[in-house]
């Protein structure tokens, strides 16, 4: 039986516990399971024998999990197989989720993550401490959320030479972009409603600023390309200074403006981009995609839903069935 825990009971985890809660789509692709924990920044339910998702849930929505074992106690003294670590990003210091996934691969558990914070900051001591204790370190879900982009690139493309990845990393710049593109607002107004509607957080500087995108782009560029980058790497301009009339000069000769970041051997850079209408890169609203380069089989082009609750827990599912499933299929 396959023991896991939930380290994070936000929007993420809690979606995972969703999915996991439906045992009869899940237990034919990895057979038994149990949820073993779950803890959010103030308190954990856990149990050795598998804790009930719904109750979980349900307790969270109350507000807070009751007090109980911290996240660290809880990796420390209880026995599981995979870690989901769902804890918020700082690609500043990684934590808290560094420490988490250091401690959970250091003893001997998988560790599944949407973080993007602990790969930024550490994806080659992380990634060597996984091989070292012959555990799986995943991230699909770092990177344009439901979109299959990592395992794609890394297993589906075997063999080939990647030379470029480029694509849309951010969806709330794309919403931002292509309302722009179709309505002729401005920057700021299409912001304020983006935040009414909740497309955008309040705090959306990472998001249009580039940041994001860039951290994205180094989870990438190191995991995928086999590059060692760092943030500092990534040359960075973000889309706060696009003007309608911008929009107007691009459209007049066939372009429109997207949030591109691309990572090549020339080197790792996120920028606004003047791109073909008719591309596939010319996406419009909240979806990201990638155009892979590669030398064998060209060009691989996918599109998907960058984030969400239920979106993002998606492949977080995914990298569990590829680490236990049947690989068969
Ligand atoms: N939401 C998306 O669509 C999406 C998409 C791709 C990637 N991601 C990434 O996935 C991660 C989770 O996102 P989210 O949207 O679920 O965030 P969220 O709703 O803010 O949830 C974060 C969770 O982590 C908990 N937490 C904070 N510090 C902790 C600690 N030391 N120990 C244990 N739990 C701790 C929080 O506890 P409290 O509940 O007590 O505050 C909360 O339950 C983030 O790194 C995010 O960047 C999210």
Known sequence: MIKIAILGFGAVGQGVAEILADRERIERWIGRYEVVAVADSKGSIYSEDGISLKNAIEAKKMGNLPEGKSTMEIIEEMDFDVAIEATPTNIDTGEPGLTHIKACLNKGSHVITSNKGPLVVAYRELAEIAER????LAFEATIGGAM?????AKRDLAGNEITSIKGILNGTCNYILSRMEQERLSYNQILGEAKELRIAEAN???????IDSAAKLVILANAVMGMNATFSDVEIVGITSITPEAFEIAMEKGYTIRLIAEASREGLRVSPRLVPLHHPL??????????????LAKEVFVIGRGAGKIETASAIISDLIDIYGDRTY
């Open 282 to 295: 010319a996406v419009r609203g909240t979806f990201n995609a990638v155009l892979i380069q590669t030398d």
């Open 133 to 136: 204790k012959k555990v799986r």
């Open 148 to 152: 299959p982009l990592i395992k794609l």
């Open 204 to 210: 959306v500087s990472y998001d249009v600023e580039g």
